[in-house]
């Protein structure tokens, strides 16, 4: 379907990669609901794009079924938001392991069921996943995150099929290193030589790109890191191995380190 004039509701709209997607997809003539939980960085973003915004916290359950009454009949649901979720499993409190869960896994599932409903009805419609490579292949000190990431990938295949009779497609963007925003950015990790990146505005045009050619799946990372992701579903000991020798373990624990203040 077509980006212009479609009503598009984006979670996550305050962060790195959140105000690229805003921006472009507002540029491409979308009408924009953004979403987020922190009002200081949302209404200015809002303000500056000239579209609406409905602050919401994900973790609050009743909170999002009111953002879909309140965001109306969208034509279009980008599910965004996300926790960093990085590092060791039983360094989690319960109260955080629940709100990863929360954010990253469930309330794009509840949002998709509520959205769906309208969208089936119309037969006219979109749902996008916002998952990581890391929803491809595991890497160590990424359980509850992969976990999440994974959950999204399965839970949106599915749905893809599920949808294809009432004319709703369902796509889900693996993005890999990002520079400029985001987990990058936000915990300062310095990559290796030779592990490239992908920009936000790759993001948001793969984003447009999925929606426009309905495609269930699109990576947006360099070669290597696709092949990895790939390698990774077929033989995943040998690539935890070839991680392992490339350094991801170190480059996970400073990206775990440097947003654990986000958990």
Excluded: C, W
Aim: hydrophobic residues 45%; glycine residues 10%.
């Amino acid at each position: 379907m077509d980006v212009r004039g479609a009503k598009i509701l984006l979670t996550g709209a305050t962060g790195g990669i959140g105000h690229t997607l805003a921006a472009e997809l507002a540029g491409r003539g979308g009408e924009m609901v953004l979403t987020g939980r922190r009002i200081d960085l949302l209404e200015p973003l809002a303000e500056r794009l000239g579209v609406r915004a409905i602050p919401a916290d994900l973790t609050d359950r009743d909170a999002i079924d009111k953002l879909l009454r309140d965001a109306g009949d969208i034509d279009i649901l980008i599910a965004n938001a996300a926790l960093p979720a990085g590092g060791l499993l039983t360094e989690f409190s319960m109260a955080e392991l629940d709100r990863a869960l929360d954010v990253n896994l469930r309330a794009p599932i509840v949002m998709a069921k509520l959205a769906a409903q309208q969208m089936a009805a119309r037969r006219r419609g979109h749902l996008v996943f916002m998952s990581s490579l890391a929803g491809k292949t595991a890497t160590a000190l990424d359980s509850l995150y992969s976990a999440t990431k994974f959950g999204l990938r399965g839970f949106a295949l599915a749905l893809r099929e599920d949808m294809r009779p009432h004319n709703v497609g369902v796509s889900t963007l693996f993005p890999g290193y990002i520079r400029d925003a985001g987990m990058v950015v936000d915990s300062g990790v310095t990559l290796p030589r030779g592990i490239g990146t992908r920009s936000p505005r790759d993001v948001a045009q793969a984003t447009i790109r999925a929606i426009e050619k309905n495609r269930a799946e699109i990576d947006v990372a360099p070669p290597n890191l696709r092949l990895i992701a790939l390698l990774g579903g077929i033989a995943p000991t040998l690539t935890a191995a070839i991680q392992r020798a490339l350094g991801a373990e170190t480059i996970s624990r400073t990206l775990a380190e440097g947003q654990r203040y986000k958990n």
